[in-house]
Protein backbone atom coordinates (compact mmCIF):
# COMPACT_ATOMS: atom_id res chain seq x y z
CA UNK A 1 0.00 0.00 0.00
CA UNK A 2 1.20 3.35 -0.66
CA UNK A 3 1.84 5.98 1.87
CA UNK A 4 -0.02 8.73 2.05
CA UNK A 5 3.89 10.87 1.22
CA UNK A 6 3.94 8.46 -1.75
CA UNK A 7 -0.32 9.22 -2.91
CA UNK A 8 0.65 12.80 -2.86
CA UNK A 9 3.77 13.13 -4.89
CA UNK A 10 1.54 10.60 -7.54
CA UNK A 11 -1.20 13.13 -7.32
CA UNK A 12 1.07 16.09 -7.71
CA UNK A 13 3.56 15.10 -10.01
CA UNK A 14 3.56 11.82 -10.65
CA UNK A 15 0.27 11.59 -12.79
CA UNK A 16 -1.33 15.03 -11.68
CA UNK A 17 -4.92 14.76 -10.72
CA UNK A 18 -7.25 17.30 -9.01
CA UNK A 19 -6.23 20.04 -6.99
CA UNK A 20 -2.79 18.70 -6.03
CA UNK A 21 -1.94 18.37 -9.46
CA UNK A 22 -2.79 21.76 -10.48
CA UNK A 23 -0.14 22.87 -7.70
CA UNK A 24 1.87 20.70 -9.07
CA UNK A 25 1.50 22.09 -12.35
CA UNK A 26 2.12 25.02 -11.15
CA UNK A 27 5.07 24.40 -9.45
CA UNK A 28 6.90 22.53 -12.52
CA UNK A 29 6.09 25.49 -14.36
CA UNK A 30 8.12 27.61 -12.86
CA UNK A 31 10.58 24.99 -11.67
CA UNK A 32 11.13 23.30 -14.91
CA UNK A 33 10.43 26.33 -17.35
CA UNK A 34 14.31 27.52 -17.75
CA UNK A 35 15.13 23.36 -18.80
CA UNK A 36 12.13 23.51 -21.32
CA UNK A 37 13.41 26.12 -22.92
CA UNK A 38 16.98 25.27 -23.15
CA UNK A 39 16.33 21.70 -24.61
CA UNK A 40 14.23 23.36 -27.39
CA UNK A 41 16.80 25.18 -28.36
CA UNK A 42 18.98 22.45 -27.89
CA UNK A 43 16.93 20.53 -30.30
CA UNK A 44 16.41 23.47 -32.44
CA UNK A 45 13.20 22.20 -34.47
CA UNK A 46 12.98 24.06 -37.32
CA UNK A 47 9.39 25.10 -38.65
CA UNK A 48 8.52 22.03 -40.87
CA UNK A 49 9.59 19.64 -38.45
CA UNK A 50 7.13 17.39 -36.58
CA UNK A 51 8.05 17.74 -32.23
CA UNK A 52 6.70 15.02 -30.24
CA UNK A 53 6.61 16.37 -26.65
CA UNK A 54 6.62 13.47 -23.92
CA UNK A 55 5.32 14.28 -20.78
CA UNK A 56 4.71 18.34 -21.38
CA UNK A 57 2.94 18.87 -18.22
CA UNK A 58 1.95 22.78 -17.96
CA UNK A 59 2.75 23.28 -21.47
CA UNK A 60 5.77 25.67 -21.35
CA UNK A 61 8.14 23.52 -23.45
CA UNK A 62 4.64 22.78 -25.53
CA UNK A 63 4.75 26.40 -26.08
CA UNK A 64 8.36 26.78 -26.87
CA UNK A 65 8.07 23.95 -29.32
CA UNK A 66 5.29 25.49 -31.29
CA UNK A 67 6.62 28.91 -31.47
CA UNK A 68 9.55 27.04 -33.55
CA UNK A 69 7.45 24.25 -35.67
CA UNK A 70 3.61 24.45 -37.22
CA UNK A 71 4.01 20.22 -36.28
CA UNK A 72 4.40 20.24 -32.46
CA UNK A 73 2.39 17.15 -30.60
CA UNK A 74 2.25 17.02 -26.77
CA UNK A 75 1.34 13.24 -25.16
CA UNK A 76 0.84 13.29 -21.77
CA UNK A 77 -1.39 10.65 -19.41
CA UNK A 78 -2.89 13.49 -17.12
CA UNK A 79 -5.90 15.07 -17.98
CA UNK A 80 -4.96 17.89 -15.48
CA UNK A 81 -1.83 18.31 -17.39
CA UNK A 82 -3.31 18.44 -20.42
CA UNK A 83 -5.79 21.05 -19.60
CA UNK A 84 -2.95 23.49 -18.08
CA UNK A 85 -0.74 22.70 -21.52
CA UNK A 86 -4.13 23.52 -23.33
CA UNK A 87 -4.47 27.04 -21.68
CA UNK A 88 -1.18 28.39 -21.77
CA UNK A 89 -1.10 27.64 -25.73
CA UNK A 90 -4.98 27.81 -26.94
CA UNK A 91 -3.70 30.35 -29.10
CA UNK A 92 -1.27 27.66 -30.77
CA UNK A 93 -3.34 24.79 -30.94
CA UNK A 94 -6.44 27.70 -32.53
CA UNK A 95 -3.88 28.07 -35.07
CA UNK A 96 -2.86 24.60 -36.19
CA UNK A 97 0.68 24.43 -34.72
CA UNK A 98 -0.26 22.06 -31.67
CA UNK A 99 -2.23 19.16 -30.71
CA UNK A 100 -2.56 17.41 -27.24
CA UNK A 101 -3.23 13.86 -27.00
CA UNK A 102 -3.52 11.58 -23.81
CA UNK A 103 -0.91 8.96 -24.43
CA UNK A 104 2.20 7.89 -22.63
CA UNK A 105 5.94 7.08 -23.94
CA UNK A 106 5.47 3.82 -24.24
CA UNK A 107 2.40 4.33 -26.07
CA UNK A 108 2.19 7.44 -28.29
CA UNK A 109 -0.40 6.57 -30.60
CA UNK A 110 1.94 8.08 -33.62
CA UNK A 111 2.94 6.40 -36.92
CA UNK A 112 5.84 5.10 -37.75
CA UNK A 113 8.58 7.38 -39.00
CA UNK A 114 6.11 10.34 -38.66
CA UNK A 115 8.43 12.63 -36.09
CA UNK A 116 11.00 14.49 -36.69
CA UNK A 117 11.72 15.44 -32.81
CA UNK A 118 11.46 13.81 -29.99
CA UNK A 119 11.66 15.98 -26.38
CA UNK A 120 11.00 14.88 -22.82
CA UNK A 121 12.00 16.93 -19.78
CA UNK A 122 11.38 16.07 -16.46
CA UNK A 123 9.65 12.84 -16.71
CA UNK A 124 11.76 10.19 -17.40
CA UNK A 125 11.97 9.09 -14.03
CA UNK A 126 8.39 8.69 -14.00
CA UNK A 127 8.04 6.08 -17.10
CA UNK A 128 7.19 2.42 -15.89
CA UNK A 129 9.32 1.04 -18.44
CA UNK A 130 12.09 3.53 -19.59
CA UNK A 131 13.31 0.29 -22.38
CA UNK A 132 9.92 -0.10 -24.14
CA UNK A 133 9.17 3.92 -23.67
CA UNK A 134 12.60 4.27 -25.59
CA UNK A 135 11.21 1.57 -28.10
CA UNK A 136 8.48 3.12 -28.82
CA UNK A 137 9.94 6.87 -29.44
CA UNK A 138 12.58 5.27 -31.88
CA UNK A 139 10.04 3.52 -33.61
CA UNK A 140 7.89 7.24 -34.19
CA UNK A 141 11.40 8.98 -35.15
CA UNK A 142 11.90 8.87 -38.97
CA UNK A 143 15.46 8.05 -39.92
CA UNK A 144 17.79 11.16 -38.65
CA UNK A 145 15.33 12.29 -36.36
CA UNK A 146 16.56 13.00 -32.73
CA UNK A 147 15.78 12.81 -29.29
CA UNK A 148 16.91 14.88 -26.38
CA UNK A 149 15.71 14.10 -23.08
CA UNK A 150 16.22 15.72 -19.89
CA UNK A 151 15.58 14.52 -15.93
CA UNK A 152 16.89 15.68 -12.86
CA UNK A 153 20.39 14.49 -12.10
CA UNK A 154 19.06 13.58 -8.50
CA UNK A 155 16.59 11.98 -9.75
CA UNK A 156 16.87 9.62 -12.68
CA UNK A 157 15.64 6.09 -12.27
CA UNK A 158 19.27 4.95 -13.21
CA UNK A 159 22.54 6.11 -14.05
CA UNK A 160 23.38 7.31 -17.31
CA UNK A 161 25.74 4.79 -18.28
CA UNK A 162 22.75 2.61 -17.86
CA UNK A 163 20.52 4.92 -19.87
CA UNK A 164 23.22 5.77 -22.89
CA UNK A 165 23.30 1.43 -23.26
CA UNK A 166 19.10 1.70 -23.25
CA UNK A 167 19.31 4.21 -25.84
CA UNK A 168 21.72 2.11 -27.81
CA UNK A 169 19.61 -1.10 -27.35
CA UNK A 170 16.45 0.56 -28.46
CA UNK A 171 18.29 1.60 -32.01
CA UNK A 172 19.65 5.19 -31.19
CA UNK A 173 23.27 5.93 -32.04
CA UNK A 174 25.67 8.87 -31.41
CA UNK A 175 24.22 8.78 -27.56
CA UNK A 176 25.74 12.05 -26.01
CA UNK A 177 25.06 12.86 -22.16
CA UNK A 178 25.95 16.19 -20.35
CA UNK A 179 24.72 18.34 -17.59
CA UNK A 180 22.97 21.49 -17.37
CA UNK A 181 22.78 23.91 -14.62
CA UNK A 182 19.31 26.00 -14.95
CA UNK A 183 19.67 29.59 -14.25
CA UNK A 184 17.09 29.33 -11.35
CA UNK A 185 17.22 28.29 -7.59
CA UNK A 186 14.03 26.26 -7.91
CA UNK A 187 15.53 23.92 -10.08
CA UNK A 188 18.85 21.28 -9.75
CA UNK A 189 21.29 20.12 -12.46
CA UNK A 190 19.63 18.17 -15.45
CA UNK A 191 21.08 15.48 -16.44
CA UNK A 192 20.79 15.71 -21.04
CA UNK A 193 20.57 12.99 -23.22
CA UNK A 194 20.68 13.39 -26.81
CA UNK A 195 20.88 10.88 -29.83
CA UNK A 196 19.83 9.85 -33.48
CA UNK A 197 18.01 7.44 -35.05
CA UNK A 198 19.95 6.34 -37.87
Known amino acids: MQSFVQRLLTKGFGLPSGPLGRVGGRLMAHGNAATERHVVELAGPTEQEVVLVVGPGPGVGLEAAALR ?20 CASLIDRGRLRLAVATAARTGEADASVD ?82
Not at 117 to 145: C, F, K, M, Y
Not at 154 to 160: A, E, G, R, S, V
Open 69 to 88: SAHVIGIDPSDVMLAMARRR
Open 117 to 198: VVISVNNLQLWPDVPAGLTELHRVLRPGGRILLAAHEKWLPTDLATLTNALETAGFTSVRTRTWNPPTRMASTSALLSAVRV
